[in-house]
């Protein structure tokens, strides 16, 4: 689909075509209904209100209970709560003109994922009960004497208080929020019986929030993380379409223009570790905590370290269960606040035409060049500049469903372009030769290319310190590029009883895009250089992890968006119907 579908569409495009207002009042209802409580439902109006402007109005729902069950709050996560609206305008004036005017809005407000715990770390006996000696889970025990482990939070595990498809989640608030409003305009002009004008517009504006509660417990707040973004985008193609006695063609130009913002705050062991959020307390109004908040946390790290919490120094080294004040530096580097800001601007122009040779003999082909300019920025990736990074914020998020006011909002500093502009640029074709040897029966080969931009997966150098032989901050993917060769034969039999599909095709992608986790280097204090090479004396981080006495590397996975080579896939499909 290398020539009148755009960017990223690779293999084909899905396209959904809603029906047009109807000439006549109808009205259409459709429902459902199943196990865990689902209830779906959908109802369409169709009401012309003159012969020349007809109306149609949507409504649909679809509804079903989690099934991964909290113990601590009446929620079930997993589940499903979704609203759609639709309102359908069409004004034809004359016979050659015709206007179709759509707005949608689509919500989804979900409790979260079905999340639960597989393990937590290694259990061990100390002073008579089961704890575990992972050391976050020893800091909740220590202080607030909260035993958190295998035994207590992981679901399903033997002889634990948990079921398989129990939880102890215990926000109130939702775990997944997306709305979507949606405009679209199109517009169509015969000018006369061979030549058509068209263009189509649209708008959107998404804004999407997601919790995630990693730890799963409603009594630790070990690792959450509060996500949100909001995209604005604006699309124009404008088509002019002709059609001759052997020909069909189209000719086209493309435009869109994206704003991307996203927000992320990460939150590891945050009552333990406020006090250290920023180097002075000046901040303190950026990190919005009290000073009553940060002397709780101070006794809190006090606690789990078994030492006292006097005085308004540094606290001593304790070392109480193997908890010392190491774990809660390297925590620090996991509070995290940063928001990127991405603008993308493409565009396409295309040509296509279709030459019926003969009766029987058809050949098509187009060409598509489009290019795309994307810039990256980024803001943050610690406390400092950035409002909302906050005790107040972790505990209450979505007040009265406003997204926390304007949590796009930073204190102080411009947003820093983290890579240059970068621009992707491609020319698409394709090829298909068909032949009809009789009405029952059709052969055709086509060939065509497709292309997808490139881009950068931003990097928190505050929090992964840096890749091997990868520049800190920045990881940029190039753009793929993908053929595909097929070829096919559709025919029915025995008077249209059988019908039979048969395919065989051949793809071969260059620089495709995937999702891989690359090994990165914890940058913890202590550490002589974090971004230099690792070595024996510069091991990356100060934690012993397997007691040797020797400082181990710390390897933090992070998922990105990277380049393969080169990939390959080639089957036969066959598809019948008797």
Request: glycine letters at 10%.
């Amino acid at each position: 689909q290398g020539t009148l579908f755009g960017s990223s569409s690779l293999g084909g495009a899905i396209q959904y075509v809603t029906r047009a207002p109807g000439d006549t009042f109808g009205a259409r209802f459709q429902g459902s209904i199943g196990s865990y409580g689902r209830r779906d439902f959908q109802a369409a109006f169709d009401l012309p209100l003159h012969d020349t402007f007809k109306t149609k109005f949507t409504a649909a729902s679809q509804f079903r209970d989690g099934f991964v069950d909290s113990v601590v709050i009446d929620r079930s996560f997993g589940d499903v709560n979704d609203e759609l609206y639709r309102a359908d305008f069409l004004w034809t004036p004359t016979e050659s003109l015709s206007v179709r005017y759509n707005i949608e809005d689509t919500r989804t407000n979900r409790n979260g994922p079905a999340r639960v715990l597989k393990d937590i770390g290694t259990a061990s006996v100390l002073s008579g009960g089961t704890f575990s000696t992972y050391p976050q889970a020893q800091a909740y025990i220590n202080a607030f004497g909260v035993f958190f482990n295998n035994r207590n939070n992981v679901s399903g595990y033997p002889g634990g208080v948990l079921g398989e498809y129990q939880t102890k989640i215990g926000w109130e608030n939702p775990g997944l929020v997306i709305d979507v409003m949606r405009h679209t305009l199109d517009a169509s002009w015969d000018v006369n019986d061979w030549l058509r004008l068209r263009s189509i517009s649209g708008y959107r504006d998404t804004m999407r929030a997601v919790q995630t509660d990693f730890d799963g417990a409603q009594e630790v707040f070990m690792l959450e993380r509060d996500f949100r973004a909001k995209t604005m985008q604006f699309t124009e193609e404008l088509q002019i379409l002709g059609t001759h006695d052997k020909f069909d063609w189209v000719l086209g130009g493309y435009y869109s223009k994206e704003n991307n913002r996203g927000r992320t705050i990460t939150w590891a062991l945050p009552e333990f570790t406020c006090d250290l959020w920023s180097s002075s307390n000046a901040n303190a109004n950026g990190l919005r905590t009290s000073a009553a908040e940060r002397a709780q946390c101070r006794a809190n790290r006090a606690a789990a370290l078994g030492v006292s919490a006097a005085g308004t120094g540094a606290l001593p080294n304790g070392n109480l269960n193997g908890v010392t004040n190491t774990l809660f530096a390297n925590a620090v580097n996991s509070n995290t606040d940063g928001m990127t800001y991405t603008k993308v601007e493409s565009s396409a122009i295309f040509g296509d035409l279709t030459w019926r040779v003969t009766d029987k003999f058809t050949a098509a082909a187009g060409v598509r060049y489009s290019k795309e300019e994307s810039t990256n920025y980024r803001i943050g990736g610690s406390t400092t500049g950035i409002a909302g990074l906050s005790l107040q914020n972790r505990a209450s998020t979505f007040p009265d469903g406003s997204y926390a006011g304007d949590f796009f909002g930073w204190q102080g500093g411009d947003l820093v372009a983290i890579t240059p502009s970068r621009e992707f640029s491609a020319t698409t074709k394709r090829l298909t030769l068909q032949y009809q040897w009789t009405p029952d029966l059709m052969t055709y080969v086509g060939w065509a290319d497709g292309f997808g931009p490139g881009g950068t997966s931003t990097v928190d150098p505050v929090q992964y310190g840096g890749y091997a032989d990868i520049p800190i901050g920045t990881l940029v993917f190039d753009e793929q590029t993908v053929e595909n060769l097929e070829i096919g034969l559709r025919a029915d039999w025995f008077n249209g009883r059988v019908r039979t599909n048969i395919s065989a095709f051949m793809t071969d992608w260059a620089n495709q895009q995937t999702s891989t986790y690359i090994a990165t280097r914890f940058a913890g204090p202590g550490a002589v250089n974090p971004t230099g090479a690792i070595t024996a004396a510069n091991p990356a981080t100060t934690i012993d992890r397997n007691g040797d006495g020797v400082n181990d590397l710390y390897i933090f996975p992070a998922l990105r968006t990277t380049n393969i080579n080169k990939a390959e896939a080639s089957g036969i499909e066959f598809e019948g119907t008797w």
